[in-house]
Each structure stands twice: as structure tokens, then as C-alpha cells.
């Protein structure tokens, strides 16, 4: 009697083209092995396949710097005397809402602050700014403006004070920066020290990068409570921001189709943590992908399947990373410029300075902020070298100093030195000038990037000398310091400068 055998191929490892018209890919007209019958499952995809709009979001970056001429709400005696306004600052944008720091009792009050908010292309999006008096029961209204988003998004910067309306007076300055991702790690270290140098105190850690992650499905997900399939869903997480997927239905296969897209700071060191669980049934597998690996991947982008750490189910996935360089160099759209280099150390207590520096040609600031020195590129002088910024912050009136870290340092003794950092503002030598970093032990090469400030106009600023210098204990007994070494420029001036406050085109 005759047999009829059923084979099944297992093509849950083999990838086929399903982009037709791509290489490699089937004719459905010719007539091939392949082409199996209309009852076959769809053939695995090796990769995911997002729509047109993913990885295509900005970053805005909106400082809210200060007002003038607030109306005054508060008012004394019965309303006899009138009095001040405390300020602050409500925004709202693409769903997001944020709100400044209460300034007390100031109609011109400077908040200096920082928010950033992921954007899309989508038309007739706005900047919606309200500024409000705090009072204890109800806040008053201080007047309100607009911005359009796609200005900003076409111009890439606008810098403007803007009127307040619905009040009597009042007007606000705001700067805005979009922020496109690049899919190169090469300029990275470069936007965190940009970021190092404009961050307020008032303001939350500036994002260096933009991830962008799609689930598009997964498989093979464990079944709970016999054979029953689960209906799944996924967070994903990055720090305090996660995003949740909607739930599928009663399936080990869910497809999802979703994106999310997070502010990455620190892209060494932060990861995509994923969870797939299913409702009623708990967590079902679960993924931690550090960004690090993306930022060595190709164009920073990673797109294939991932297992699961549950041992059984696989998600496919694409994490890709754009780094968040500025096209204003970070140094026009914050009205301060900054220099840093690999500074010699000498013997002679040459001090380095003569009058700081002050340059208008924001084209001139970029040329030197794209030709700076490496540590391991610049020549050591005879005693080494010390890596520092410094600047002048225009906006908070502060000269501000980093001090990154020493090389190749000499050894004079047995044994290696305990080397710090002293800094001091000349002329004055008193104490209220003079910084100096931690110590560290027993090194040639330490490193302490530590920041630190002086509060002082910039007329006073530039008048001003910077003695750098690396010493070390003498002894552990002792409290004699050993002068390591000097920072020295050639002619007397070091290759460190501090450079003047300027306005953009469009300030007022």
C-alpha cells in the first residue's frame, strides 16, 4: 500500500532575503526549489525592518536665561506698597513639560538653566513658555510666548529675546540649540567636554548621545502554567526613563513594531536594560546591552537577534547610538570659549600667563578647538605635563579651571611622588584664590579631573594670572611640599589661555 511521507525543513537558523529586488533575492515567477506552497511559514528575517521615520529625531536644547522688566505681583500693606515678583519658568514641548528654579524677589531675575527634549520633524509643533509669580496659595501669571519648533529645527540655533504677552511688560531670553545625531564615536570626547564646560549648577547633566532602539519581535518565548502561550510585552530602560510596549496576545511569538528613543550622558557607562513578561505570568526573559559595545560597532548601530538571559526566547532588535555634536562648537550658542591643552612642566617658577587672550572670530575658536593637542601627541617637557581647561563662564561670571591629569612626571626619589595640583590667581596669594586637587598616591601619572572656580567679572578676570603647579609631599612626616614642576609656555606664555566673553549675531 502506498506511503505518503511529510518532511519538514527547520529554517529557524536560515536567513532569507525579504526585501524584493534585493540581491540574492527570488524571482516568484521562476520556477525555483524554494518557493515551498502558501500554507509555509514566512521565512525568519535576519534583520529588522523599521519604517522610514526611525533614528530621525533631534535633541532641542532650550536655555532659559533671564527676563527684564517683570510686572510685580507681590504687594504689601493692603496693596499700598508694591513690592517684587518670584519668578519662574514653565515649558512645554512635545509632550514634555519642565519648570525652572524659583528666582526670589528679582523683576530681572538670570536662571541659567539647561533642559533638553527629544523633537520630530512633524510640522506646527511649538515651544509653549509660561512665567509665573510663587506665591503661597495661588501663582500669578507673569505673561506667556511662543517658538515655533520648525524655526529652530530649519535654522538649527536661534538666540532671541522674546516679548511676553497677555501682561503689561516683560520679556524673556531664550536659546535654542537642535542637536542631530552623527553615527560616529570619533567626536565623543569632544561633546563631553563641551558638556563638562557649559553644564550649570542648576541643571541636569547634559545628554552626549541620542539612542534610538526598535523592537520588532520575538520568539521562542517560554510558555507558564502548562502549554498555555503568554501574552508578552517589553520595557525598555535606560537609567530612570523606560518605555513600555503594548501587550500581545497570547503568543511565544509577539511582534511589536515599536520605538523608543533615550538621552544617553555618559555612553561608557550606561546600557539598555530590556525585559520581556507577560501579563499575569510575570518576567519571561530579560537583556542588558551596554552602549559601550555600540560605540565600537559599525555606523553605532547593532541589528540582529539577541537571546534572551532566561536561556530560552530571542528578541530581534536594533540599538543604534548618535552622538550629539553642537554646530556651534558648544562655544557661540553659550556666549564663552574656552581653550585646553597639554601644558609642559619646567623647573624655572616661570609663572604662565600675560594677558589672557580675547578673540570676537567664532570660525578661528572652532580651527583651535579642532586642532588641539592630545596628551600623547604634545611633546613632554623636562618634568612632564598637566592637562587643564579653563575658561570664562559669561553667563554665571566665574573663571573656571579643569585640571584632567599629569604625565610622565619625574621621580626623584626611591620611590614615586604623591603629586597634586596647585592652583593660584595672581596677584593675590591669599588664600581665597588658591585651589588644589585631591592627592594621589604613589604615581607618575595621576589623574583627578576635578573642576574648580573662581566668582569674578571678566575685566578682573583678564587682569588676572594663573599660577599652575604639581607638587608632592616630602615625607609622610612632613609637611614640607616638593615643587614637581611649573606649567611654562614658549616665551613665557603658556599654550593654556583663557579666552574673553563674546555675543552671537543674533543677541541682543
Known amino acids: 500500500m502506498p506511503c505518503l511521507l511529510i518532511l519538514y525543513l527547520d529554517s529557524s537558523e536560515i536567513c532569507f532575503p525579504t526585501v524584493p529586488g534585493s540581491p540574492g533575492a527570488w524571482d516568484v515567477d521562476s520556477e525555483s526549489p524554494q518557493r515551498g506552497s502558501s500554507v509555509d511559514a514566512p521565512p525568519r528575517p535576519c534583520h529588522t525592518t523599521p519604517d522610514s521615520q526611525f533614528g530621525t529625531e533631534h535633541v532641542l536644547r532650550i536655555h532659559v536665561l533671564e527676563a527684564q522688566d517683570l510686572i510685580a505681583k507681590d504687594r504689601f500693606l493692603g496693596g499700598l506698597v508694591k513690592g517684587k515678583s518670584d519668578p519662574y519658568v514653565k515649558l512645554k514641548l512635545a509632550g514634555r513639560s519642565f519648570r525652572s528654579h524659583v528666582v526670589r524677589e528679582d523683576l530681572n531675575p538670570r536662571w541659567n538653566e539647561v533642559f533638553e527634549v527629544i523633537v520630530t520633524s512633524v510640522p506646527g509643533q511649538e515651544l509653549e513658555v509660561e512665567v509665573f509669580d510663587k506665591d503661597l496659595d495661588k501663582d500669578d501669571f507673569l505673561g506667556r510666548c511662543k517658538v515655533s519648533l520648525t524655526t529652530v529645527l530649519n535654522s538649527g540655533f536661534l538666540d532671541e529675546w522674546l516679548t511676553l504677552e497677555d501682561v503689561p511688560s516683560g520679556r524673556l531670553h531664550l536659546r535654542l540649540e537642535r542637536l542631530t545625531p552623527r553615527p560616529t564615536a570619533a567626536e565623543l570626547e569632544e561633546v563631553l567636554q563641551v558638556n563638562s564646560l557649559i553644564q550649570t549648577q542648576k541643571s541636569v547633566e547634559l545628554a552626549a548621545a541620542l539612542l534610538s532602539v526598535y523592537m520588532e519581535r520575538a520568539e521562542d518565548l517560554p510558555l507558564r502554567k502548562g502549554t498555555k502561550p503568554p501574552n508578552p510585552y517589553a520595557t525598555l530602560t535606560v537609567g530612570d526613563t523606560s518605555h513600555k510596549t503594548k501587550t500581545v496576545s497570547q503568543t511565544s511569538a509577539p511582534v511589536w513594531d515599536e520605538s523608543a528613543s533615550f538621552l544617553i550622558r555618559k555612553p561608557h557607562t550606561e546600557s539598555l536594560e530590556l525585559q520581556v513578561r507577560g501579563e499575569g505570568t510575570g518576567l519571561l526573559g530579560s537583556l542588558s546591552l551596554p552602549l ?82 592630545s596628551p600623547l601627541e604634545a611633546p613632554a617637557g623636562p618634568l612632564g605635563q598637566v592637562k587643564l581647561t579653563v575658561w570664562y563662564y559669561s553667563e554665571e561670571r566665574k573663571l573656571v579651571s579643569i585640571v584632567h591629569g599629569c604625565r610622565a612626571l619625574r621621580q626623584n626619589g626611591r620611590d614615586p611622588p604623591d603629586p597634586y595640583v596647585s592652583l593660584l590667581l595672581l596677584p593675590d596669594k591669599n588664600r581665597g584664590t588658591k585651589r588644589k586637587t585631591s592627592q594621589k598616591k604613589r604615581t607618575l601619572s595621576p589623574e583627578f579631573n576635578e573642576r574648580f572656580e573662581w566668582e569674578l567679572p571678566l575685566d578682573e578676570a583678564l587682569r588676572r594670572k594663573l599660577d599652575v603647579s604639581v607638587k608632592s609631599n616630602s615625607s609622610f612626616m612632613s609637611r614640607e611640599r616638593e615643587l614637581l614642576g611649573k606649567v611654562r609656555g614658549q616665551d613665557g606664555r603658556a599654550e593654556v589661555r583663557v579666552f574673553g566673553d563674546f555675543k552671537t549675531a543674533s543677541s541682543e
Open 292 to 373: 559601550s559595545e555600540l560605540l565600537v560597532a559599525d555606523q553605532l548601530c547593532l541589528d540582529r537577534w539577541f537571546t534572551l538571559s532566561s536561556g530560552q526566547g530571542q528578541v530581534l532588535l536594533r540599538a543604534q547610538l548618535g552622538i550629539l555634536v553642537s554646530q556651534h562648537s558648544g562655544v557661540e550658542a553659550h556666549s564663552h570659549s574656552y581653550s585646553h591643552s597639554s601644558s609642559s612642566l619646567s623647573e624655572e617658577p616661570e609663572l604662565w600667563g600675560g594677558p589672557p587672550h580675547i578673540t570676537s572670530s567664532a570660525p578661528e575658536l572652532r580651527q583651535r578647538l579642532t586642532h588641539v593637542d
